[in-house]
């Protein structure tokens, strides 16, 4: 393979972007694959940050949620009052790329502690705005990098719901939107269940055998009936991809951003 | 009208031991000069506001100024972890941190409604998280005309808000450009405001009629601090400087070497 997994990982996650989608971008891995999309198969994605920048158009990846790049390459730039409340809770964003510390099968997010709350183990930065984009976004797409600790059978804290601790809790909570469709990680995609909302291995990244996946995940990881091999990346893609990054490693060293 | 002053003489006017202090900016614009001002001033017991403690609550985290903390996103953006805000949350060093923790969507809706002279604000959030469990402050309320259940958090009201602008003018109108966060509401919401500038002009030369505009009677006090929001930057005059934000999670990873750091850049 010509390729390595974090690249197999953030090119099937840009996949998932469609040109017509407006996506709420969490910085980091969301990032790096919302704007290989745009540099390939969707030119006219829509990439909204919460520091307030709308159509951001950012040449090179920002470090920071709120880099200079994006404000000056955007559309318009906004109040964080105004992102939160018109855009977001407004719902006019169609999909939120979200990642975080742990999964658990039903594609709720900790990114609060590790240990318990009152005296964690690890603190880690805490929610942002991941818990209102899981929940009005119309759907959640989500990247994290395969194991046994960050995809666990049990969240140390559950800061953003997915489909919620049995799967079911959506409805119940009378929120209408998808919640987490997609989790893609450096082995294979992962994809709820229909009824049970469980996250399960509908393909597997080309070379990954199944045992590997069982062995990384933190609970009885299931597969569907039909498991497709992902598409390993094009030339265009890997090209795009490794063009992204080292315009973003020249950026940001030495102090110019 | 605002008065100006020099940096050291407004933060030692405006911050007292035990306040309540928000400095914003959103990534952009953290005013990172009167943060240090306030370590020199060895102010303690503050209660900090901010939506993302960055790397100036981190420092004054760690040099003891803060009783509690009030936030929602306590990373170093792009990096990693603020060592020194873990430290206090993990260890108790160098003294306890009480912390109270929201989302974004909270926080930004908590200084609207300070601004707007409310008491509280709610919002359509914290569905299904455990926050509320462990955060006391975060309630709901059912609306009257549909009977939807809404998150209800309180206004934010600091003692004292601290933003860093582009530029006044000589009347001490002031102008903000770019990511504008919520510099404008945390302004308004607060009983009093420094805003530090990069430089005084004749004319603020807004971009627009829409432009983001302070107005002199809005603030208490202006100080002139060239580049005061670095290692963050100001939109129109430098860059930020991602470099140092990778270079700080060495820098703070442990106790001796934060230490050095501040006294050699900070303290001095």
């Not at chain 2, 933003?163 to 009983?191: C, M, P, S, T, Y």
Request: aromatic share 6%; glycine share 10%.
């Amino acid at each position: 393979m010509n390729y390595t997994a974090t690249e197999m990982m953030t090119i099937a996650a840009a996949r998932a972007l469609a040109n017509h989608d407006v996506c709420f971008v969490g910085i980091g891995l969301p990032s790096a694959a919302c704007n290989l999309a745009r540099a390939t198969h969707a030119p006219g994605v829509t990439l909204v940050y919460e520091s307030g920048t709308i159509e951001a158009k950012p040449a090179v990846l920002p470090l920071s949620i709120g880099d200079g790049e994006l404000c000056e390459t955007a559309l318009a730039t906004v109040s964080v009052p105004e992102m939160f409340r018109y855009w977001l809770q407004g719902g006019r964003i169609s999909v939120g790329f979200l990642s975080g510390a742990q999964v658990d099968r039903y594609g709720n997010l900790n990114s609060t502690v590790i240990g318990p709350y009152g005296r964690p183990k690890v603190r880690l930065p805490g929610a942002g705005g991941a818990t209102e984009i899981a929940t009005s976004c119309g759907r959640i797409f989500m990247i994290m990098r395969h194991g046994a600790r960050a995809m666990v059978q049990k969240l140390d804290f559950l800061t953003t719901l997915g489909h919620g601790p049995t799967g079911q809790e959506r409805r119940r909570l009378g929120i209408t939107t998808a919640g987490p469709v997609l989790l893609v990680t450096d082995l294979c995609i992962m994809e709820p269940e229909r009824e049970t909302n469980e996250l399960v291995v509908t393909a597997l990244h080309e070379g990954v055998m199944r045992e590997q996946v069982a062995q990384n995940t933190g609970w009885g990881v299931r597969f569907a009936n039909q498991v497709r091999e992902t598409e390993p990346p094009s030339p265009l893609e890997l090209h795009a991809l490794r063009e992204l990054n080292a315009r973003t490693a020249r950026a940001h060293a030495g102090g110019t951003a | 009208m605002a008065s100006f002053q020099s940096l050291s003489d407004a933060i030692s006017g405006l911050v007292h031991d035990g306040d309540t202090v928000a400095l914003e900016g959103f990534t952009h614009l953290i005013p990172f000069a009167a943060g240090h001002e306030i370590i020199r001033q060895g102010r303690r017991n503050l209660t900090l506001i901010r939506m993302t403690p960055d790397l100036i609550y981190d420092q004054m985290i760690g040099c003891g100024c803060a009783r509690k903390l009030v936030f929602s996103w306590g990373g170093n953006p792009g990096v990693g972890s603020l060592y020194r805000l873990r430290d206090a949350v993990e260890n108790g060093w160098p003294n306890a941190l009480e912390i109270e923790e929201h989302s974004h969507a909270a926080m930004a809706n908590a200084y609207a409604a300070g601004a707007a002279g409310m008491p509280s604000a709610f919002f359509r959030g914290y569905r299904g998280t455990a926050l509320p469990e462990v955060n006391a402050r975060i309630r709901f309320i059912d609306c009257p005309f549909t009977g939807e259940t809404l998150a209800c958090v309180a206004a934010h009201r600091p003692d004292v808000a601290i933003i860093h602008a582009q530029r006044a003018d000589r009347k001490g109108n002031v102008l903000i450009e770019g990511i504008v966060g919520v510099q404008k509401e945390a302004v308004l919401a607060a009983k009093r405001s420094l805003v530090t500038v990069e430089e005084i002009v004749d004319d603020l030369a807004a971009g627009s009629p829409n432009s983001v505009v302070l107005p002199s009677w809005t603030v208490t006090a202006i100080a002139v601090a060239p580049e005061g929001a670095r290692p963050s930057y100001a939109h129109g005059y430098y860059s930020r400087d991602n470099s140092f934000y990778v270079a700080w999670d060495g820098i703070a990873k442990d106790r001796e070497s934060f230490g050095r750091w501040m006294r050699e850049n900070v303290l001095r």
